[in-house]
């Protein structure tokens, strides 16, 4: 059965700091992988979708990488703002199937 | 920008009553889920359908829960009778071809 672990599970960091979450999955068939962004009391907000041929996608300031040899991805966020401060997940699928989500990283970026 | 569309937004009903859940999914998104996220943890899938039919339902309470999307389009998740466990956020989403997922505002319950 798939599973995906978050850590760290909480972070905090000072405005303008480069920063790194990561995510772990325990199988490696997988199809694709999926970052999101939520903000408390609301849904979940696309940031990056890695299909299982890529190694990484980049969106303005965030940059997100997958090796599934090792079941593992990593988003990047380069000059943290407070705007940033959201919890982070990472979900991962195989093909058909639903996304399995980890339990997400909670960033607070303070200025 | 199309958007997935939930309501009610908030939900409080007393323990033994019926609460229902609808989600419009984005125009020609073939597949639906429903989600359901405690607070401090990760979504968890309760059904997934594509156009009419249900592909997974197997984490879906079925004595208690019942999803449908009859014409392929929108959705109602149904819950009855609510138990104080099912306090949660209720999400919706819908997916593109290649399988990108996009969620909904959610649906929040409170079952006191």
């Known amino acids: 059965k798939q599973e995906v672990t978050q850590i760290p599970a909480a972070l905090s960091v000072p405005e303008g700091e480069n920063l790194v979450l990561n995510c772990s999955f325990t199988?490696?068939?997988?199809?694709?992988l999926q970052w999101f962004r939520q903000d408390p009391g609301k849904g979940l907000t696309s940031l990056l979708l890695?299909?299982?041929?890529?190694r990484e996608q980049t969106s303005g300031r965030l940059n997100a990488s997958l090796d599934k040899s090792s079941g593992r991805s990593t988003l990047y966020i380069a000059a943290s703002q407070p705007g940033d401060s959201a919890t982070y997940l990472c979900?991962?699928?195989?093909?058909?199937?639903?996304?399995?989500f980890g339990k997400g990283t909670t960033l607070s970026v303070s200025s | 920008e199309a958007e997935v569309a939930q309501s009610p937004r908030y939900k409080i009903t007393e323990k033994s009553q019926a609460v229902a859940f609808w989600c419009d999914p984005i125009?020609?998104?073939?597949?639906l889920y429903w989600y359901r996220q405690i607070l401090g943890q990760g979504p968890e899938l309760l059904v997934q359908?594509?156009?009419?039919?249900?592909?997974?339902d197997s984490q879906l309470p079925k004595d208690r829960f019942s999803a449908e999307r009859l014409k392929g389009v929108d959705s109602t998740l149904k819950i009855q009778p609510a138990e104080l466990g099912d306090s949660a956020m209720y999400l919706c989403?819908?997916?593109?071809?290649?399988?990108?997922?996009?969620f909904g505002e959610g649906s929040r319950l409170t079952v006191l």
């Open positions: 989403a819908s997916s593109t071809d290649r399988e990108e997922l996009f």
């Open positions: 199988d490696s068939a997988i199809y694709n």
């Open positions: 890695i299909q299982s041929s890529q």
């Open positions: 979900a991962v699928n195989q093909a058909g199937t639903a996304l399995i």
């Open positions: 125009s020609g998104h073939a597949t």
């Open positions: 359908f594509q156009d009419e039919s249900v592909v997974d």
